[in-house]
């Protein structure tokens, strides 16, 4: 969320300085002047839609030209910055909290559904083609096909659009992943429907994923190249009589 503020104001921020030298004369370059302007309004108004900003037109127009032309401004810049600071800030909290009672609503709904189990951390899974293949320990890396969407169905990442299985070591993936590939054996298929929790949580994922965002990955588990390191722990026995833990 800070990461996207700071890209929103350095846009706005360099959209005055291409523009604050008047007019352009060359027809070319005044062309080129109102793609770029236009291609600005673009990523800007995407940005402040996704948030769910309220925005007045005649109000923000009136601040452009204000910055450009060394008009009297109703406040200073650094005011001006708070007020934008304040309105991402409050916006981001709005989102999360809508977005926290979507995702609870639809786990609650998914969960209930025929075939749908639900683990005790709360990832949900249902298998799409199971059988008794070797499964993978939690140092393991393995080969796997895998579609990931979010609830709306749009898909963020895709290994058979890219036509490539991916090699993914499951003690670097998140928790819903982690614990997920290590139900299945080689060959299986499952989906996997992951709680923000065990995903990307309050903060998200770049562009792509929300906060509190649950997400729905189609997996195939092609293969395990390696099992790696598993550190088994012996199990606790009683010390033999008149042997406790300071005698060698």
């Keep these: 969320m800070k990461k996207k503020t700071v890209f929103i104001l350095c846009l706005a921020v360099l959209a005055v300085s291409l523009h604050a030298k008047g007019q352009i004369e060359d027809p070319a370059k005044a062309a080129g002047?109102?793609?770029?302007?236009?291609?600005?309004?673009?990523?800007?108004?995407?940005?402040?839609?996704?948030?769910?900003?309220?925005?007045?037109?005649?109000?923000f127009n009136e601040g452009f030209r204000t910055a450009i032309e060394g008009a009297e401004p109703r406040y200073s810049f650094d005011e001006a910055l708070e007020k934008v600071r304040a309105a991402f800030t409050e916006a981001a909290i709005r989102q999360a909290a809508e977005n926290r009672e979507r995702e609870a609503l639809f786990l609650k709904?998914?969960?209930?559904?025929?075939?749908?189990?639900?683990?005790?951390?709360?990832?949900?899974?249902?298998?799409?083609?199971g059988g008794e293949g070797k499964k993978p320990g939690p140092q393991a890396l393995v080969q796997v096909n895998y579609e990931?969407?979010?609830?709306?169905?749009?898909?963020?990442?895709?290994?058979?659009?890219?036509?490539?299985?991916?090699?993914?070591?499951?003690?670097?993936?998140?928790?819903?992943?982690?614990?997920?590939?290590?139900?299945?054996g080689v060959g299986d298929s499952y989906l996997f429907f992951i709680p923000s929790a065990l995903a990307y949580g309050e903060e998200g994922a770049g562009e792509l994923i929300p906060p509190?965002?649950?997400?729905?990955?189609?997996v195939e588990l092609i293969e395990i190249l390696d099992q790696g390191e598993e550190q088994v722990e012996k199990p606790w026995e009683p010390a033999p009589l008149g042997k406790g833990p300071d005698t060698p």
């Design 109 to 129: 709904e998914n969960g209930e559904r025929e075939g749908v189990e639900t683990t005790a951390s709360g990832l949900q899974y249902e298998v799409l083609k």
């Design 212 to 218: 509190n965002t649950p997400l729905i990955f189609r």
């Design 33 to 59: 002047a109102m793609d770029t302007s236009y291609a600005f309004g673009m990523v800007l108004g995407r940005d402040l839609k996704q948030l769910g900003l309220e925005f007045n037109y005649p109000a």
């Design 148 to 184: 990931g969407k979010l609830t709306d169905g749009s898909v963020f990442d895709s290994t058979w659009e890219r036509g490539e299985p991916a090699e993914i070591p499951l003690n670097r993936v998140i928790p819903g992943w982690a614990e997920g590939i290590q139900l299945m």
